[in-house]
């Protein structure tokens, strides 16, 4: 039955917009998918390994080709990614086409990343991800220390994780405004970024962790951040409180950005960031760029049917506008159908 309704939602327009080669590359845009690390964290029942396995096989069967998997943690505060291990032990490994990262925030979430695979004798992972802020506030609130000592602390985990032989993308929380002291300077913004680049991270992603963000602001700090760390090497992190999540993903993507992050069904929030509410949906993301001429190699209609699988597993309201449009279209169409299937049967035994 699922089956019949993702190629009905095919057909009603959603196409599978791959990358060819005689797609440009500045057409081409990846979607790093948070859903089942930054969008499950703050969810408040316990969320099984079976469904976040699931999850992710479902996301990379429509096309995701990097997916945060969880993150090394401690559970008495983040409960949500205790099963990390277990997760990551069972997801396929398969060609090595997909990515997926996890979080280390400190020495000692890369330590139990280490030491899981000297367990497994597996090395599970490629990638780790860290994290810094551009206020001093919010990394109090966060990790207890401000913006500097946080960079000295995760220089010490990159460089661990580099000779270990991980690729490490860095982030930087609160880039428009802190739930705590407002609204936050392009420059320092510009400054961290560089700082987490000179360090060894290949990647940046700027985070507007309140969503509080609008095109105008998007672009102004872009700019600033671009004056020191080449385009290329940049994300952009986008959550959706105020609306705003699409419309500052293409700001982005107007500045040159070709990253973009995000959270299918428009799962997340931050237990740091009081009133702050899930990351921009992937679905929305992908329905903008396919829309708009960008390629992203993704099945739309696969990504729509797991948005809302997984909202189901949650209990949840789908939060994705685009993959509730999508479903309620494509249910308009069948309900069509079996009408008009109807009706000539019912004109076959008249006559």
Avoid at 73 to 91: D, H, I, N
Avoid at 149 to 157: K, P, T, Y
Avoid at 225 to 237: D, F, G, M, S
Avoid at 278 to 291: C, I, M, S, W, Y
């Amino acid at each position: 039955m699922q089956r019949h309704f993702t190629t009905r939602l095919a057909r009603t327009g959603i196409r599978h917009a791959s990358a060819s080669a005689s797609a440009t590359a500045n057409r081409f845009v990846r979607i790093v998918e948070v859903g089942p690390r930054d969008g499950l964290q703050n969810e408040k029942t316990a969320v099984s390994a079976d469904v976040k396995v699931s999850l992710i096989n479902r996301l990379r069967d429509a096309g995701l080709r990097t997916i945060e998997a969880g993150s090394f943690v401690s559970p008495k505060w983040v409960p949500q990614m205790a099963g990390t291990p277990e997760v990551l032990k069972r997801l396929p490994r398969g060609d090595g086409s997909t990515a997926y990262p996890v979080l280390v925030p400190n020495a000692r979430g890369l330590q139990d990343l280490l030491a899981l695979r000297v367990t497994t004798r597996e090395k599970l992972t490629d990638e780790v991800a860290v994290f810094s802020a551009a206020s001093d506030a919010f990394c109090k609130a966060n990790t207890n220390c401000t913006v500097k000592e946080s960079l000295e602390r995760i220089e010490v985990v990159v460089s661990a994780a580099r000779e270990k032989g991980f690729r490490v993308r860095g982030y930087v929380s609160t880039v428009i405004t802190c739930p705590y002291q407002g609204k936050i300077d392009p420059e320092i913004v510009r400054d961290v970024a560089a700082a987490l680049l000179d360090m060894g991270c290949y990647e940046v992603s700027l985070g507007d962790t309140t969503g509080a963000g609008t095109p105008r602001t998007m672009s102004l700090m872009l700019n600033s951040v671009i004056q020191r760390v080449p385009v290329e090497k940049l994300a952009a992190h986008n959550h959706d409180t105020f609306g705003m999540g699409v419309a500052n993903v293409m700001t982005a993507l107007e500045t040159g950005v070709r990253v973009i992050d995000s959270s299918v069904a428009g799962l997340g929030g931050c237990p740091y960031s009081p009133g702050a509410t899930g990351n921009v949906a992937t679905e929305d993301v992908v329905h903008a760029l396919h829309g708009s001429g960008f390629e992203t190699g993704v099945d739309l209609a696969k990504l729509v049917q797991t948005g809302e699988w997984i909202s189901k597993e949650l209990g949840k309201r789908n939060e994705s506008r685009a993959g509730v449009a999508w479903l309620a279209k494509a249910k308009r169409e069948e309900q069509q159908q079996t009408k008009n299937l109807e009706g000539a049967s019912v004109k076959g035994i008249s006559q």
